[in-house]
């Protein structure tokens, strides 16, 4: 047994394409050429300007959540890049002349990572992002209830991320799509490393993401500002609270269905085998018992993004709080009721299909109510459509069309004709990108003074928004339309030429939302480069209705000088009705926050080493890894020195400077918001 | 989607008549939110402003209710729909039985005592037939979409799919849209539903004996041999779904760039596309 486990010369991404060049080797070669060549740019680029140090001490140690959010959004936003780059790769090929430049393996695999990472490494390090920067703002903390494991969680993700991103340059990754079904994914039919790197690099990030859901959790419960009441919530909070408990539910199934197909493949177990009383449906079972509440974690988040942006834009009170809060929590319950929904076709009885297309249905009168209500609350607003603002209306408009189509193959019968083909297709992503990315992207564009200083740049945003929402459209439409006439997905090509014409609208859609993403990186571009201008430091840049907003940009470390008080379910906007333009100060006491370490960086860089080791069988150094990742741990348990104190004093020096900044902050009417005439706490009228 | 049979026809129909039914709650917010958006605009719009309003009784009922009626509607459709379309209930009286084994990547029928196919599905017109399911090596998904929706075939598994065969002679065909390898784009058959007196003679044609077809099948390509067989003994196909592994040698469904069943597969390719060159089909349903 060599120390290197099962990993030679031919799992190197170049070494292929020499011994068998072709034009897929050749693609293969390339894309990991990119991420080798990536990774020593960014290298160099910090080398030269000397950035090692302060990345390491100002983000990669840091425990502060407004950070931890930033750096998973980073993340999201990278593996968004790769995603959208392996689709545009998938329409290129369907529209070439069959049978395309790649391989029915290779394609498999575009795929097969382009669903994993983005579900697993865009959507959740997405909203977990947008929750870190939030949540704790919203309800009036000073950090999570665990700041060092929040870190942890952190870490984990970006370790299942790397690992995806090293099966381009090392090995391959697995082929059988996101939901990795056995017995094709058993060790018999996928004998190469492929399903290996899914099964860890999701085990790390589901553990992870099961942390987060803790934190989550136990953030709200416990760290609300005196007098918040759960109903005194923000939507957005009561959203995250429901996720969270979603979190801990449901990645278990995922984690332990991963590890048992681990079993399977490398120890000779069976649960998943036909042939020795294994049942390979148990893993579809298990797999969507985790993948249905799955699809509420990702889209709840959105929902609250949405509560937040639809009624500071239009300048109005939410509509129906009572009614969304119920409503949520019932998508919430009802997510875990639905999971048979996604194998209709594996010969239940019919009663039992039934029963959970109705359920399924069930799902639908929340949402609908949801909808309404954010309709309702534009409705006698004054709206601002703002890039945020516009992402919201666009999701609500787009999301309904995904309402239709869902409902449609809730029922069984349909599904019987609709299962496995590109209607099913077009319908997930009709959900997944207005009722996830459109969230986060209008998220990002909202939130994101607290956490830089500066707005976004209204004009690159906007742009992006109208090339992500004719995209989608161009994208998928067609998909629906070839999904009736019989197109099976994960076709590497189609020979029918009807399919043809919709497969080049398709791809031309496909380009749009790459146009949508470029577009994206030229705003933050843009906005680095015009920072000075975009600066809001008094913070509220757009009249905004939360508690956060009564905190300057950026929001400073300990977040809050002064614990504030809740009188109401919207303080702040209590407090600007009657005049003021700061909050009236509460106790000012001396804080204790966390230190900076590096010890979550280590812990999730030696998981990551530990899971690598298992994806290539080499035991030693995975017994090394496993260890040492426990060993940290119990370190930094003994570690007594882990926080420092913010004195009273700082804090009410921190409250003052606030306050002369605000004084000094000239009143700029609403019309003037995207202006460079916005330098923070912008109100409607001047009194 | 132009059905052949009375249960594409059915599973049509109820995927217009759902169609139908969301647009009385759906349409309110198409129309409503552009409507909205283009009335309360701040600058231009005509829209009283009012910005404390954030509750109605009326509004809550006419939501709550609406979305809840429409729920009632669409739910008592779908149990009537799932009970009256059952795949397991036969389509008609005394259904012909076929059974079908899927492997990678190839289907074998099974006409119990009278002849066995791979590949080829031959029905008679208008005739209700019940189909037993299962797989060796992968879980795949038989379809035929002018025919019939899908059920999948799974190892170790007993599925059953019925359909009753189209009124007039027709052609289309049916594959396996659950991924599964290398050579996925070619796993699919040829249906063929002909009149009586073609089924007849098709039983009758000249066949190879089974032994031939078994030994093939366990290997992990496309099919290239012949297509018509002599049945396998009583219990045969039972004996494979208890133990699928009988069927199959266990190979790979990805294959190393250079292992020669991808340049099996690589040619099959080529060939299928060469043929679907100089006979290009119509509408696919």
């Known amino acids: 047994m060599s120390i290197l486990g099962s990993l030679d010369w031919n799992d190197i991404f170049i070494v292929p394409f020499f011994t068998e060049p072709s034009l897929s080797t050749g693609i293969a070669a390339g894309a990991g050429g990119v991420v080798v060549l990536g990774a020593l740019a960014v290298m160099v680029l910090l080398t030269v300007k000397g950035w090692w140090k302060p990345l390491w001490s100002n983000w990669i140690t840091t425990l502060d959540h407004k950070k931890i959010g930033v750096i998973y959004i980073v993340l999201a936003l990278i593996m968004l890049i790769r995603g959208v780059l392996e689709a545009v790769v998938m329409r290129a090929q369907q529209v070439s002349p069959a049978p395309g430049f790649l391989s029915v393996e290779h394609h498999a695999e575009l795929f097969s990572t382009h669903g994993t990472i983005m579900i697993f490494f865009v959507a959740m390090p997405f909203l977990t992002g947008v929750i870190n920067v939030v949540m704790p703002l919203q309800i009036g903390a000073r950090d999570m209830e665990f700041p060092f494991m929040n870190a942890v969680s952190l870490w984990l993700s970006i370790g299942g991320a790397a690992l995806v991103m090293a099966s381009l340059v090392v090995g391959h990754f697995e082929t059988g799509g996101w939901t990795a079904y056995p017995p094709y994914t058993g060790i018999k039919l996928s004998p190469n490393e492929g399903v290996d790197y899914w099964i860890w690099s999701l085990g790390l990030t589901s553990v992870g993401s099961t942390l987060s859901g803790i934190n989550f959790l136990v953030t709200i419960y416990k760290q609300r500002a005196p007098g918040m009441k759960l109903f005194d919530m923000s939507i957005f909070a ?8 979603l979190m801990i539910f449901a990645m278990m199934p995922l984690t332990v269905a991963s590890l048992m197909l681990a079993l399977d493949r490398q120890a000779g177990f069976h649960f998943f085998t036909a042939t020795q009383g294994g049942n390979m449906m148990n893993f579809a079972n298990m797999f969507w018992l985790f993948g249905h509440p799955e699809v509420y974690i990702l889209i709840l988040p959105a929902f609250g993004v949405f509560s937040e942006v639809i009624p500071t834009f239009s300048g109005k009170k939410i509509y129906g709080y009572t009614s969304l809060v119920w409503a949520t929590i019932a998508i919430a319950v009802l997510s875990f009721t639905v999971w048979v929904h996604h194998f209709f076709t594996m010969g239940q009885t019919a009663n039992l299909n039934a029963i959970f297309g109705i359920a399924t249905m069930t799902i639908g009168v929340p949402t609908g109510v949801k909808v309404f209500n954010w309709m309702l609350t534009m409705w006698r607003g004054k709206l601002r459509f703002s890039t945020a603002m516009l992402f919201s209306t666009g999701f609500i408009f787009t999301f309904v069309i995904g309402g239709i189509t869902g409902v449609m193959l809730a029922n069984p019968t349909i599904d019987f004709a609709t299962h496995n083909s590109l209607f099913l297709v077009a319908h997930f992503h009709n959900m997944l990108i207005p009722g996830l990315l459109f ?77 949508g993403l470029i577009a994206q990186v030229i705003q933050i571009w843009v906005s680095v480069k015009n920072r000075e201008s975009l600066m809001v430091p008094a913070g509220d840049p757009w009249d905004g209705r939360g508690i956060e907003w009564s905190l300057g940009c950026p929001v400073p470390e300990y977040d809050f000088t002064t614990i504030p008080a809740m009188t109401s379910r919207e303080p702040w906007v209590d407090a600007k009705e009657a005049g003021k333009r700061i909050m009236d100060p509460t106790e000012f006491v001396d804080i204790h926050l966390p230190k900076p370490t590096g010890m979550p960086f280590l812990v999730g860089l030696v998981a990551t080493l530990f899971a690598f080791a298992m994806i290539f069988q080499m035991w030693l150094i995975a ?20 926080e420092e104190t913010i004195t009273a004093e700082e804090l009410r020096e921190g409250y003052e400077a606030h306050k002369r900044l605000v004084e000094t902050t000239p009143q700029i009417r609403l019309d003037d918001e995207f202006t460079t005439k916005n330098r923070g706490l912008i109100m409607e009228t001047q009194v | 989607m132009t059905p052949l049979g009375p249960v594409a026809a059915g599973e049509r129909a109820h995927l217009i008549s759902f169609f139908l039914w969301m647009l009385p709650i759906t349409l309110p917010i198409l129309i409503g939110t552009p409507w909205i958006a283009m009335r309360y605009r701040r600058h231009g719009g005509k829209g009283k402003y009012d910005p404390n309003w954030a509750h109605s009784v009326g509004a809550e009922v006419v939501i709550w209710g609406g979305a809840t009626l429409t729920f009632l509607i669409v739910g008592w459709l779908t149990w009537g729909h799932v009970q009256g379309e059952d795949p397991y209930k036969p389509t008609g009286k005394d259904p012909m039985h076929v059974k079908v084994i899927g492997s990678e990547w190839k289907w074998m029928f099974i006409y119990p005592g009278k002849v066995a196919a791979v590949n080829r599905l031959v029905l008679p017109e208008n005739t209700p037939v019940e189909f037993d399911l299962t797989a060796t090596g992968a879980m795949q998904s038989f379809w035929i979409p002018r025919l019939a929706g899908q059920i999948y075939a799974m190892p170790g598994m007993k599925t059953k799919m019925n359909l009753t065969t189209s009124e007039n002679p027709s052609q ?3 594959f396996n849209s659950q991924f599964n390898g290398a050579a996925f784009p070619l796993n ?17 044609e000249p066949k190879h004996p089974f032994a031939q077809l078994e030994k093939q099948f366990k290997k992990t390509a496309t099919w290239s041999g012949p297509e018509l067989f002599e049945p396998p003994e009583t219990g045969f196909w039972d004996k494979v779904a208890m133990n699928p592994d009988m069927l199959t040698d266990g190979g790979a469904a990805i294959l190393p760039d250079n292992a020669p069943e991808q340049k099996q597969i690589d040619d099959a390719i080529r060939d299928e596309l060469h043929v679907s060159q100089i006979q290009p089909q119509g509408d696919a349903q």
Do not use: H
């Open chain 1, 238 to 245: 009561w959203a995250t609270l429901c996720t969270a408990i």
């Open chain 1, 439 to 515: 969230g986060m992207f209008a998220a990002v564009n909202f939130w994101f003074p607290l956490c830089f200083g500066f707005r976004l740049d209204e004009k690159w945003g906007r742009r992006s928004f109208w090339l992500w929402m004719i995209g989608f459209y161009g994208a998928f439409m067609p998909l629906y339309a070839i999904g009736l006439m019989g197109a099976p997905r994960r076709m590497a090509f189609f020979t029918e030429p009807a399919y043809f014409p919709w497969l080049v609208i398709a791809m031309l859609g496909a380009l749009c939302v790459l146009a």
């Open chain 1, 623 to 642: 017994a090394v890894g496993f260890v040492a990742m426990w060993v940290l741990v119990l370190i930094r348990s003994y570690d007594t020195d882990w």
């Open chain 2, 172 to 174: 289309t065909y049916g």
């Open chain 2, 188 to 204: 699919k058959f040829e249906v063929d539903v002909v009149s009586q007196d073609q089924f007849n003679a098709f039983l009758q």
